[in-house]
């Protein structure tokens, strides 16, 4: 990042990993990291444990899958789960790529050309001090918009429904435009985890003007 960024994420670090977990991280993760070169991408931005990630791999065989993640965990548990009992990689994740960190840091050059950004369950820093925190600014969205092929969308889902209009006003300022709403429910574990005491998730596709 050029500047200073504001940390949109909480902590990166939860419980110690387990022996092989941490192996993984030491010996797979630097085997996947994005590659500029590599072109047919999809993104998704804050994987959690990569539930979706998974998914949209298995949906998308000749297409490279970039997932970027900066908790630790998070990272370690879709490492754990693309590899077989031996260690490697599983042949229907082998088009997954990993980025542990925060995803600005690979957008700033605007060198990708995605066809799909996903981007579900942001964190909702849902106390007004925060709002800053959020991630999807106007200015990012921009970011985004940079790093779309044309015909490109992007996807974000959320049951923050205060962070969902707060999300619909910021693109008034961005070079994206509306092109759905849709109700359609895609599981993640954040959204497992908290069916039963938030609103159901709304979302929002966006594509370039
Ligand atoms: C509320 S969780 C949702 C996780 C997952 N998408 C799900 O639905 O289960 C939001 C995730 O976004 C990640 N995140 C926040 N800011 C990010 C950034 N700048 N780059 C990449 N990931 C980010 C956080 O670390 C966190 O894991």
């Not at 949209?56 to 970039?66: H, T």
Request: aromatic share 8%; glycine share 6%.
């Amino acid at each position: 990042m050029e500047k200073q960024e504001i940390r949109t994420f909480g902590r990166r670090h939860g419980k110690k990993l387990s022996a092989r977990k941490a192996w993984l991280m030491e010996n797979i993760l630097p085997k996947i990291a994005p590659n500029e070169s590599e072109s047919n991408e999809i993104l998704e931005i804050g994987f959690g444990a990569g539930e979706h990630v998974r998914e949209i791999a298995i949906a998308n065989p000749d297409k490279i899958i970039i997932g970027a993640e900066p908790f630790v965990n998070g990272v370690a548990a879709l490492l754990s789960a693309v590899c077989d009992s031996d260690n490697n990689i599983k042949d229907e994740y082998k088009n997954i790529r990993v980025w542990p960190d925060d995803v600005r840091l690979i957008l700033n050059n605007g060198k990708y050309k995605f066809s799909e950004i996903w981007v579900l369950h942001p964190d909702p820093w849902p106390k007004a001090r925060h709002e800053k925190r959020r991630l999807l600014s106007s200015e990012f969205l921009n970011l985004l918009s940079k790093n779309l092929a044309t015909g490109g969308k992007i996807i974000i889902g959320t049951d923050h429904w205060g962070y969902y209009d707060w999300i619909l006003d910021q693109v008034k300022n961005t070079s994206l435009k509306i092109d759905a709403t849709e109700s359609e429910i895609i599981q993640t574990r954040y959204q497992q985890k908290n069916m039963a005491h938030t609103d159901s998730p709304k979302y929002i596709i966006l594509k370039n003007k």
